[in-house]
């Protein structure tokens, strides 16, 4: 590297188009609910222009999105809001059995061309829902406590956030949920 150059490196899928058509690239997730999921699309080269795209989660034949136009190459783009067709394709899948499914990406190009898919994002939701009913929570002393732990309080005046709690160790929180 000479005269100062910074280079970027970037790690994806990539398929080099013939022609026209289809390519199927494939994702490993763990099975579960997404609450977002994205990705990067480089259309590094196009043999014609305009150029039409269209991205399938889960290959079911619908386009989750798409573009049509006559970018300047190379043309990268986020795609967003690819959480619902993700879950839908998770809901029906069977995991392996370290609980992961592998997730087809179809991706649809009107000319051949050069293509990189990369930067997958998905974000899980929570499993856990944490509630307590007011049976669970008793006010004496000074003291909030629960069958979880107890936190100290003022007996008298008001009293406001943030206070602490300690749990027994047996109680687990992976935060909150979505």
Partial sequence: FTGGRT???????????????????????????????????????????????????????????????????????????LATPLNTYLASATPDPDGTVVVPIRVNLNTGGELFLTNLVA??????????????????????????????IPSTGAWSSPWACTLPARFSWPGPRS
């Fill in 7 to 81: 280079y970027w490196m970037q790690f994806g899928q990539h398929y080099n188009y013939p022609a026209a058509g289809d390519h199927i690239f494939h994702v490993r997730l763990r099975k579960g609910r997404y609450t977002n999921a994205t990705l990067d699309l480089i259309l590094a080269r196009a043999n014609s222009s305009p150029v039409n795209l269209c991205l399938d989660m889960g290959n079911d034949g619908a386009c989750d999105w798409t573009y049509t136009g006559s970018p300047t190459l190379p043309f990268t783009t986020t795609i967003t809001n």
């Fill in 123 to 152: 974000t899980p939701a929570s499993s856990v829902d944490v509630s307590l009913s007011a049976s669970d929570i008793s006010f004496g002393g000074g003291a909030l406590s629960s069958d979880y732990g107890s936190a100290m």
